[in-house]
Antibody, heavy 116, light 112 residues
Framework: EVQLLESGGGLVQPGGSLRLSCAAS????????MNWVRQAPGKGLEWVST????????YFADSVKGRFTISRDNSKNTLYLQMNSLRAEDTAVYYC?????????WGQGTTVTVSS | DVVMTQSPLSLPVTLGQPASISCRSS???????????LNWFQQRPGQSPRRLIS???NRDSGVPDRFSGSESGTDFTLKISRVEAEDVGVYYC?????????FGQGTKVEIK
C-alpha cells in the first residue's frame, strides 16, 4: 500500500525552527518528485515547496523562500522540510504529497502551531 | 502566478441531483510536453485531500464514475452526475503546469 507518514509538527515560538519528516512506503520513492502543501486553520490549500526526485531541483512559494529548505534522503525513503524564522502565519497542517504535476498521494498531515 | 478561480464557493445540492463546479485559470495550462495538468481534489470533513481527477478528465482508481472533468480553453468543470451523501466536502482545482503550483479557493458542497 502506498503511504506517506508525516511527523515533526508541534508548537514553536515565533522566530523558532522546526523540521518536518515524511516517511514514504509502498512505492519507489526515488522515482518521484515530492511536495509539501499546507492548510491554515479553516482555509484552503497552499503549495509550499517541491523537490525533484534526485534532490537537485527545488521550488518554493514566495511566502517561505529563504526561510524553508526542502530535502530528501532516497536511501531512507524520507522527505524533509526545514522551517526557520517561523511566523504566526506559518501555522497550518502540513501535508506531504507525491508527484510534482499530479499530486496523487497525500499523507495525513502534521500540525505546526507558531505562537508565543 | 497562475490564478485559479473557482465558482461557486458554496454549493447546496439535493441528493440524487447533478452538481457542477467551475474553475478558470488566468492563463493556458497546456504544458510544453502537450499535457494539461489540471487536477481536481476532494477533501471530506476531517480528512486529507484526495485526488479525483488528473489531466482534466482522467478519473483516479476507485473514483466513482459519477465524477467527470472537462475543459473549454481555460475553463474547467467538475461534474457530479448524481450527488450522494458521501460527496459532502470541499473540492479544489489545482494546476500542475506552471510554477508556483496554485489551487483554487475551494468549493464547499453540502446537502440541502
Amino acid at each position: 500500500e502506498v503511504q506517506l507518514l508525516e511527523s515533526g509538527g508541534g508548537l514553536v515560538q515565533p522566530g523558532g525552527s522546526l523540521r518536518l519528516s515524511c516517511a514514504a512506503s509502498g512505492f519507489t520513492f526515488s522515482n518521484y518528485a515530492m511536495n509539501w502543501v499546507r492548510q491554515a486553520p479553516g482555509k484552503g490549500l497552499e503549495w509550499v515547496s517541491t523537490v525533484g526526485n534526485t534532490d537537485a531541483t527545488t521550488y518554493f512559494a514566495d511566502s517561505v523562500k529563504g526561510r524553508f529548505t526542502i530535502s530528501r534522503d532516497n536511501s531512507k525513503n524520507t522527505l524533509y522540510l526545514q522551517m526557520n524564522s517561523l511566523r504566526a502565519e506559518d501555522t497550518a497542517v502540513y501535508y506531504c504529497v507525491r508527484g510534482a504535476s499530479g499530486m496523487d498521494v497525500w499523507g495525513q498531515g502534521t500540525t505546526v502551531t507558531v505562537s508565543s | 502566478d497562475v490564478v485559479m478561480t473557482q465558482s461557486p464557493l458554496s454549493l447546496p445540492v439535493t441528493l440524487g441531483q447533478p452538481a457542477s463546479i467551475s474553475c478558470r485559470s488566468s492563463q493556458s495550462l497546456v504544458h510544453s510536453d502537450g499535457n494539461t495538468y489540471l487536477n481536481w481534489f476532494q477533501q471530506r470533513p476531517g480528512q486529507s485531500p484526495r485526488r479525483l481527477i488528473s489531466k482534466v478528465s482522467n478519473r483516479d482508481s476507485g473514483v466513482p464514475d459519477r465524477f467527470s472533468g472537462s475543459e473549454s480553453g481555460t475553463d474547467f468543470t467538475l461534474k457530479i452526475s448524481r450527488v450522494e451523501a458521501e460527496d459532502v466536502g470541499v473540492y479544489y482545482c489545482m494546476q500542475g503546469t506552471h510554477w508556483p503550483r496554485t489551487f483554487g479557493q475551494g468549493t464547499k458542497v453540502e446537502i440541502k
